[in-house]
Structure formats: structure tokens, C-alpha cells
């Protein structure tokens, strides 16, 4: 039984345990009580299988939400499980498969249904294409677009009947998806502003489809009280644009948050696995968003009577998290809950892809004799030295007088001690090209005022190699480059990923410059050859010290 795994309050419990009775005519019945889970995801982003600490994964995922299945039928209810997209890119097993394991491994699951996230347009759309033919749960978002065709590519909606209760759940991403997806697959697909499409759809919906509940499942960010900052409005602003409780519910994605409130308006920061978690409510709406990877599997318990929705109990089930403790004086990881055993049909199913990618991705290619960082919350905000060895590879191979890499691009930190080429794929996951452009210092100066201006806690933010500046008031000064003060009337060539050169994160887009050329090298395999060359790496050569100041 699921209760093994989560404490829930006695009258959780109680009011559960009535057995919801059986609809007549295909609809529910007046003064009845009904019962309905809702279960959800997001941002999964190719963990199929577990970390090395045997936390997450989707065979344990798949006993848990196969419990709160059996639990709830039991008590007469329905489940419905939703993921907020993001399946694509972050774990190389995953990535050189087209995300395949994680597809299928969902089927498995049972998904309802997934919101289309930014991250599912990082390959061409026929790779996406392949990954529905794949699913046997639909890709649910109004507001993607045909520019061709001004259609929408995939279905805005799907009716679910629980009960005889009518239940619409829409789709949407962020428009932000122009901007931070491969700007290469994205000519002919039109994203347009979801809070706009969503309140047109519920117009539709509403009189055709006569719905008793409408559901949202999202990729667009959860933002404390709408403060979306660089980012497109996420789901906050979506519940404040439409009429109070136009919709019940919204199941989020995007911005990979456990989204739990310590009051109205204000994030539980303090929030930790096995914790009680609020969800947020915004003009008559709840919004979750279960983090990432498979942490957690979020499970909403309703009660649905005479039309009317209440929220019973909502909690982040931890999927086999851990945390650390000392035992004898030494730090050991243990469960933060019960452990979850792994369904062993789904890690039967799981395990040759794994194999596969572990065969070619596990060979030593090099050893670094320190941590090379790029986590998120840090590589956003600083200079690092994994994002100038990025930047110092790039330039390498392309005889660059500088490089130039995303923060967006780096994916993930490489620990002290061997690198693998997994460790390379997981911090450069996306097989971006490597690009050069020759350039002259003055429009170097206005390029530079474009780029290295993007503000921090976004993918933009720059990583620099081989250069120096002081960047304020909008633009740059004391620009160094080989420790000489640049010449407006010099050529000088830099590199930079193809994403951003063809104007991905709102870089200048250089595709049409005269002095653009696409190398054809992908990155991760730059990275690689790079640390192989190089190895064994020494971080004191690439520890920002002070080239970029910003004042």
C-alpha cells in the first residue's frame, strides 16, 4: 500500500475511504461524493534509469504510482497521471537513443497525457515526431503553430470521462521556446502567447465540450507571485490573466521547482523530501510542479460533489531520495522515506538501453584534478571554470582569439577524478555545432554590448575565454583580447555555439554575417577531444580571476 510511502492525516484517510458510488447515464449524480488523484510529473529530462546513489528512476516510479492505482481503486476512485513535458535531453543513455527508454517507460507508467516542453524541440521535428509514434499518451499544446499552414501541430485538448465526471486538460508551453530552442528547427513553428490561446480554447471548450472539471498541464515556469523576471510569463501569470476559477487546476513544468508555499505568494524555501508541501493557489486555481528527474511524483486527492472541486490532501512523494547522515562519525546516505522497490518488468525493459549507452559512455577519456563546476545555480551567476574550459576548447579548435559559451549550454558539473565521455554528454548534451566568426573591433565593441549584458539566473548569461572586459551601464569597456587593448580596425574571430550564433537566448543572430562559419564540429566532441589532449586537467589554469567584471 502506498501509505507506506507518505504520512497522510487522518481524515485524508476518512474521506477516501467512502466509496465513490457509479455514475448513471454516463454522469455523475447530484448529493454524490466521487474521489479523484491526480498524479504528475515534469522535466524528466532522459532519467530513466537511477543515479549512482539508486535514488529516482522510472521502475521505482512505476511501483508507486501502480500502489496509489490499486489504493485508490480500492476506495473507489480514478487516477489520472500527467506529465508537464521537458522528457528530452540531460543524460546521454537517454540522448543518443532519442529519448526511446523514457517514451516507452511511460507507456508502461500509464501517462494520460504530457504538455509539450521546450526541450521535446532540441532535435528536428521528425525526431518528434518519432517520439508520439512511440507514446501511447498524447502531446497535448494550443499554442504551437504551422507559420505555413497557421495550424496548430498537435492537439490543444483531451476529454477524460472519471465517473462520469467530464474532465478537459489543455496544453501549453512557453513562448519562450522560440527563443532557448534550437533556433535551427524552429522556422516554420510559430509560438504563440499561451495565456491568450488558453483563454480562447476554454471559450471553445466550454460550449462544445461542456466540461465538469478543466485541468491544465504546462511547461511554461512557476514564478513566486508572477515575478517572471527575464522569462515568459509562467503559470502564476496564466491563472491572474484568465476569469477567477476558469480552471481547477494547473500542473506545471519549465522552471523544475518543488512548488510549495509558506503562505500566499511566498515559496517554501526551506522545503525538503518528506516534507509537507502546499501547493500554490492563484484567482481560484491550484498550481504544482513536482521539480524534476522523477524526484517526486506529485499526488493531488480530491473530492468532487455536485460540481464543485475540493482539494483534500497534496503532497511530493519522494521517489526514493536520500540524504545524508553520520553513522560512527562517517556521512552515509540513507532513505528519506521507505524505499520503493523497482517493478521488475520495467527494469527488465530499462536495462539493455542501458546497457547500450553505458558500453560506449563509460571509458575513461581523461582526469581533471579538481571539480570543473557548472550547476545551474552557479555557472547562471558567475564566471566558472568548466564554462571557460568550454569556451577555451571551442577556441582552440576553431584558432579563435576568444570564445564565447552559454550558461544555458552547460549542463551539469564534472567531478574531481576521471572524466568519462558521459560526464562530456551530460554537460553538453544538446550536439550544438561549434561556429566561428571574423569580426571587426568596432563591431566587435556593439556585439559584445549585446552578449555580454544578458543578465544573470538566465541561460544567456556568457562564459568567456581568452578575453577581459568591464561591463556596465549596458555595454562594455577596457576590452583586453590576448591582453591587448582591442583595435576597432582589427579582425578578430571568435567562437561560439551554433545555438547562439544563430540567435538562440536573444544573441545577435551571425547565421548571414560574412565572416559566420559553421565548423560542423559538434561540442561534446570538442569537449572530448579537448580533455584528452589536455588531460590531466589542471582547474587553476581555467579559475576565472577577474577578466569580466561587472559593476
Not at 576597432?488 to 543572430?509: C, L, T, V
Not at 589536455?534 to 582547474?539: A, E, Q, R
Amino acid at each position: 500500500m502506498i501509505k507506506k510511502y507518505i504520512v497522510v492525516s487522518l481524515l485524508a484517510i476518512a474521506i477516501i475511504g467512502c466509496s465513490g458510488p457509479t455514475p448513471k447515464d454516463g454522469h455523475w449524480q447530484k448529493n454524490q461524493t466521487y474521489h479523484l488523484t491526480v498524479l504528475h510529473t515534469n522535466d524528466h529530462h532522459g532519467r530513466f534509469w537511477t543515479n549512482k546513489y539508486g535514488e529516482y528512476g522510472m521502475a521505482a516510479r512505476k511501483t508507486l504510482v501502480d500502489d496509489i492505482r490499486r489504493e485508490v481503486k480500492a476506495e473507489g476512485g480514478s487516477v489520472l497521471l500527467f506529465s508537464g513535458g521537458d522528457i528530452n535531453t540531460g543524460v546521454p543513455e537517454s540522448d543518443m537513443q532519442d529519448a526511446e527508454p523514457d517514451f516507452k517507460g511511460m507507456n508502461k507508467i500509464g501517462y494520460d497525457a504530457m504538455a509539450l516542453g521546450n526541450h521535446e524541440f532540441d532535435n528536428p521535428l521528425s525526431v518528434l515526431r518519432k517520439q508520439q509514434s512511440w507514446s501511447n499518451f498524447p502531446f497535448l499544446s494550443a499554442n504551437i503553430y504551422d507559420r505555413n499552414t497557421g495550424k496548430r501541430l498537435f492537439p490543444a485538448y483531451k476529454m477524460f470521462n472519471e465517473q462520469g465526471i467530464k474532465i478537459a486538460v489543455i496544453g501549453l508551453t512557453t513562448e519562450d521556446t522560440a527563443k532557448i530552442g534550437n533556433p535551427r528547427y524552429m522556422k516554420d513553428i510559430e509560438f504563440r502567447d499561451p495565456k491568450t490561446e488558453a483563454k480562447k480554447l476554454l471559450e471553445v471548450i466550454n460550449q462544445t465540450e461542456q466540461p465538469d472539471l478543466i485541468f491544465a498541464i504546462t511547461h511554461m515556469g512557476h514564478y513566486q507571485n508572477g515575478k517572471f523576471g527575464i522569462n515568459a510569463p509562467g503559470d502564476v501569470s496564466l491563472a491572474r490573466y484568465l476569469n477567477e476559477g476558469a480552471m481547477d487546476m494547473i500542473i506545471g513544468g519549465h522552471s523544475q521547482d518543488p512548488v510549495c508555499m509558506s503562505g500566499p505568494n511566498v515559496i517554501n524555501k526551506q522545503f525538503k523530501p518528506g516534507d509537507a508541501c502546499r501547493p500554490d493557489y492563484q484567482n481560484g486555481i491550484y498550481i504544482v510542479q513536482a521539480h524534476e528527474w522523477g524526484k517526486y511524483v506529485g499526488r493531488a486527492d480530491f473530492d468532487f460533489k455536485n460540481g464543485k472541486l475540493t482539494l483534500v490532501h497534496y503532497a511530493l512523494v519522494p521517489v526514493n531520495l536520500k540524504k545524508k547522515i553520520k553513522v560512527n562519525g562517517e556521512s552515509k546516505r540513507v532513505f528519506v522515506t521507505s524505499e520503493i522497490p523497482q517493478n521488475k518488468d520495467m527494469y527488465q525493459f530499462l536495462k539493455p538501453y542501458q546497457d547500450l549507452g553505458q558500453a560506449s559512455l563509460s571509458e575513461k577519456i581523461g582526469r581533471t584534478d579538481g571539480r570543473l563546476e557548472g550547476d545551474r545555480n552557479v555557472v547562471r551567476f558567475h564566471q566558472t571554470n568548466l564554462g571557460r574550459l568550454i569556451a577555451t576548447a571551442q577556441m582552440e579548435r576553431t584558432h579563435a582569439d576568444f570564445g564565447i559559451m552559454n550558461s544555458g549550454g552547460v549542463r551539469d558539473s564534472i567531478p574531481k577524478g576521471n572524466i568519462t565521455y558521459k560526464d562530456v554528454l551530460k554537460v553538453q548534451p544538446f550536439a550544438n555545432e561549434v561556429t566561428y566568426v571574423d569580426m571587426r573591433g568596432d563591431e566587435l565593441l556593439d556585439y559584445l554590448s549585446v552578449v555580454a549584458t544578458k543578465p544573470v539566473d538566465s541561460g544567456a548569461y556568457a562564459q568567456f575565454a581568452g578575453i577581459s572586459m568591464q561591463v556596465s551601464n549596458g555595454g562594455v569597456s577596457e576590452v583586453m583580447i590576448d591582453h591587448q587593448p582591442i583595435d576597432i580596425d582589427k579582425m578578430y574571430r571568435f567562437s561560439i555555439p551554433s545555438y547562439n550564433a544563430e540567435g538562440g537566448d536573444g544573441y545577435p543572430n551571425l547565421s548571414g554575417h560574412s565572416g559566420y562559419v559553421n565548423t560542423g564540429y559538434v561540442d561534446a566532441e570538442v569537449l572530448k577531444n579537448y580533455i584528452e589532449t589536455h588531460s590531466p586537467l589542471n582547474t587553476d589554469s581555467y579559475a576565472p580571476s577577474e577578466e569580466i567584471i561587472y559593476e
